[in-house]
């Protein structure tokens, strides 16, 4: 009898492990289904770039529109079909030019005709003096003492000054003076001649022996060089030309920038270099540039600097020979401000004895009563001036045109 309650105990006690034990898999099965795998060592799990948890920046994405709330979604054929649609096209060669925005310069022709009023406005005081004071029945000399101030004020020189008024003092004796129509033909003759209408004004900047023109342009600090740079390249563009700028003023902030900003108004290419960098390199590389691309012209803007620094005056010197060993330059403008009068007569010699000048341009001669610069400074350096500024827009450097200036002093 004992024997067998033992055995039952046995089987009882065995059932009752085998359920413990069965329950115990069943929980650590379920654990695990609801943790995961233990994390293996040596793997990173962060997400990282490229990885899935993220959608790269560069890959495409379809735009979708805003609903308003309350609106239906959009129907579900028309979606596939916009899926199903072909890609659109890419522009054409005529639409990608018209997102180039490139402006066309004013006709160079004419436009210091267009600005004879705002320069007659400005001379009024030198042609309207010199009319009321030759227009008075009798001329003594207090008068002409009066007429020779008035023509030395406008920065006319002495040498010039002493020879008009002796050449009017004949023709009024001969002529009179009582008519004022006379007197206004009689001084617009005198001071044409004195502005010598026999000089060659055109500014060489056009291609020559299968090379393009080279147009170096100087100057001292704050006469405007960048800006008479970048409306010269559009007086080119407006004559049919194609141009390539040198950005040679390496030592100013952001004068590159600047004559970047004029290139890319014209489609001038600009070739520029390091900011404190050597500018006949910058000059030398914008002719290669100019010649490989078989353009009409290359201007080259240079630093500003001042007469009187040797060191900066020789460097000059050298940018123009390093540029002449590869192609002559055709043209060497120098800038004056019209403001500075005689003053700006000696930084002109100077200037010509390194650079060897061919032209000068006045800028600011509508922010002056004295236009008799023109004379003097061509008279005191055997040059003739080519350019003239006349204001502060784009298209607002002219070539000079003698008998226009003239008219526009004496006009009423």
């Known amino acids: 009898m004992d024997s067998v309650l033992l055995y039952v105990i046995g089987i009882v006690v065995l059932v009752v492990v085998g359920v413990l034990v069965v329950g115990l898999v069943a929980r650590r099965g379920s654990d695990r289904r609801s943790v995961g795998s233990a994390p293996r060592p040596g793997i990173d799990y962060a997400p990282g770039v490229g990885d899935d948890d993220s959608v790269p920046r560069d890959t495409p994405r379809r735009t979708v529109d805003v609903l308003e709330v309350g609106e239906p979604l959009a129907d579900p054929g028309a979606v596939e079909a916009l899926d199903e649609a072909p890609d659109e096209a890419p522009p054409s060669d005529d639409e990608l030019e ?163 900003t004029w290139g890319d108004r014209v489609g001038a290419a600009v070739v520029r270099g390091p900011e404190g960098g050597d500018p006949a390199a910058v000059a030398f590389d914008a002719v290669s540039t100019g010649a490989a691309a078989d353009v009409d012209t290359v201007i080259i803007d240079t630093a500003g600097r001042l007469h009187t620094k040797t060191g900066l005056m020789d460097e000059l010197g050298k940018v123009k020979r390093v540029v002449e060993k590869q192609s002559p330059v055709d043209e060497v403008l120098l800038v004056l401000d019209a403001t500075t009068g005689q003053n700006g007569l000696v930084q002109a010699r100077v200037f010509a004895e390194v650079v060897d000048v061919t032209g000068i341009v006045l800028t600011k001669l509508d922010g002056t009563a004295r236009g008799g610069i023109v004379v003097a400074v061509q008279r005191d350096l055997g040059v003739p001036v080519k350019l003239v500024g006349l204001g502060e827009g784009p298209d607002d450097l002219a070539p000079f045109d003698p008998d226009v200036f003239v008219t526009a002093l004496i006009e009423e």
């Open 98 to 260: 018209g997102l180039l925005v490139v402006e066309v310069p004013e006709p160079a022709a004419g436009r210091l005709q267009r600005l004879r009023a705002r320069l007659a406005r400005s001379q009024n005081v030198l042609g309207k003096g010199l009319l009321a004071l030759l227009s008075r029945d009798g001329l003594d000399d207090d008068t002409w003492d009066q007429v020779e101030e008035t023509l030395l004020g406008a920065d006319l020189g002495v040498g010039p000054t002493t020879e008009l008024v002796d050449r009017l003092k004949t023709r009024v004796r001969v002529e009179g003076s009582s008519d004022p129509a006379a007197v206004r033909r009689m001084l617009h003759e005198e001071l044409l001649a004195l502005v010598d209408p026999t000089m060659d004004r055109r500014v060489r900047a056009e291609r020559v022996d299968g090379r393009p023109g080279v147009v170096l342009v100087v100057g001292v600090n704050g006469t405007g060089k960048t800006t008479t740079t970048g409306k010269l390249a559009r007086l080119a563009v407006a004559n049919d030309q194609t141009v390539v700028l040198g950005a040679a003023d390496t030592f100013r902030a952001a004068a590159a920038d600047q004559l970047q």
